[in-house]
C-alpha cells in the first residue's frame, strides 16, 4: 500500500517550504503480520473487540512509506507468531554509539521480545549489553541531545536507569508517569529537536508528577504544552526529524503547535495499532550506530 495521493502531494509542498533542516534517520520496524489483541496489559486494549490485522498492516505500510518518502533509512526484524505486540518495535531495546541495551519486558506475554530484539541487534554488529533490570526500551527512553529522558512508574523501574547510565556514559534523567493511560514514556513526551544545544520537546504536563514536571519545564522552557485531547489519540507518540513530524492524524490542536513553531507535521492514521496501545513512535526504534 502506497501514500495516498493527497498524502503524496502534501509532503513535498509542506518540507520544501520549511525552514528548519530535516536529519536523515536510520530505523527499525516490524511488520505487524500477526497483530491481534488477545489479551490486556494496557488502558488501551480490549480483547473482546475484533481486530482487523489486514488494516493494521495496510496503516503501518502507510507509515514505511512515509519514512521512505522522507529519505530515512529502515531495517526490518522479522515478526514472531505468538507476539503480537512485536509490531511496537520501540519497546525492543534502546541503542547509541553502536552500543544496544536490551529490553526485559514488565508483562509475560512480552518477555519474549527481549531477546528476539538483542539477537538482531547482536547480528548487526551492535555492542549488546543484556539487561538485568525491568525496562521497555525506547517506550521509556528518550534521548534529547546529550540527555536520556527516562520514565518510570508503569513499565521501566527506576533500577534500570542507573543501568543505563553505566551503559552510556550520559545523563539520565529520571520522569515519573501518574497516568496508566500513558504508561510509557514515549506516549507522553514526543522529542522534536533531538540533537544540539536547541533539542526540545512537546508534552502532556498532567501525565508527570509534580517534581518531572518541575525538571521538564526548567530542561525546555521552549517546550510545546500538548492538551489530553491530543494525547488521547497518543499524538505526542510521534516521530520527528527536525522538521517533518510524524502524527497521529485526530491529534489536531497538536498539529497546529507544530505550524506554529514551523515544523511540517505529517498526520496519519493507526487507529488500528492503537488498539494495542501503539502510535508512530511505538512502531519505530531508532537505530545509533556511531555517536
Not at 495516498?4 to 509542506?14: N, Y
Not at 540527555?147 to 529520571?174: C, M, N, Q
Request: with cysteine; hydrophobic share 40%; net charge negative.
Amino acid at each position: 500500500m502506497s501514500l495516498t495521493d493527497e498524502s503524496v502531494q502534501t509532503l513535498p509542498a509542506a518540507t520544501a517550504e520549511a525552514d528548519r533542516p530535516a536529519l536523515s534517520r536510520h530505523y527499525l520496524m516490524c511488520r505487524p503480520e500477526h497483530f491481534t489483541v488477545v489479551y490486556r496489559i494496557n488502558p488501551w486494549m480490549h480483547p473482546h473487540i475484533p481486530t482487523d490485522t489486514a488494516l493494521a498492516l495496510a496503516q503501518w505500510q502507510t507509515l514505511y512509506d512515509t519514512y521512505e518518502r522522507l529519505d530515512h533509512t529502515l531495517e526490518l526484524i522479522d515478526p514472531i507468531q505468538g507476539l503480537p505486540d512485536m509490531v511496537y518495535s520501540a519497546n525492543g531495546g534502546f541503542t547509541l554509539d553502536g552500543k544496544a541495551y536490551t529490553a526485559k519486558f514488565t508483562y509475560p506475554e512480552r518477555q519474549a521480545e527481549g531477546p528476539a530484539y538483542g539477537e538482531w541487534f547482536r547480528e548487526r554488529g551492535f555492542e549488546v549489553h543484556e539487561a538485568r533490570e525491568i525496562n521497555e526500551g525506547e517506550g521509556d527512553f528518550l534521548l534529547v541531545g546529550d540527555a536520556i529522558l527516562a520514565g518510570t512508574g508503569f513499565r521501566t523501574s527506576i533500577e534500570s536507569h542507573a543501568e543505563l547510565a553505566r551503559v552510556f556514559d550520559r545523563e539520565v534523567v529520571t520522569l515519573r508517569l501518574v497516568d496508566d493511560r500513558f504508561y510509557h514514556l514515549d506516549t507522553a513526551i514526543a522529542v522534536l529537536d533531538p540533537e544540539g544545544a536547541d533539542a526540545n520537546i512537546a508534552y502532556l504536563p498532567e501525565a508527570f508528577d509534580e517534581a518531572s514536571r518541575t525538571e521538564l519545564e526548567r530542561r525546555y522552557p521552549d517546550a510545546i504544552e500538548v492538551s489530553a485531547d491530543d494525547a488521547q489519540w497518543l499524538g505526542l507518540n510521534s516521530i520527528s526529524d527536525g522538521r517533518n513530524v510524524i502524527i497521529a492524524e485526530k491529534a489536531k490542536g497538536f498539529e497546529a503547535s507544530l505550524r506554529e513553531r514551523g515544523y511540517t507535521p505529517v498526520g496519519l492514521d493507526l487507529s488500528e495499532l492503537l488498539r494495542g496501545g501503539g502510535g508512530v513512535k511505538c512502531c519505530t526504534l531508532e537505530l545509533r550506530i556511531a555517536r
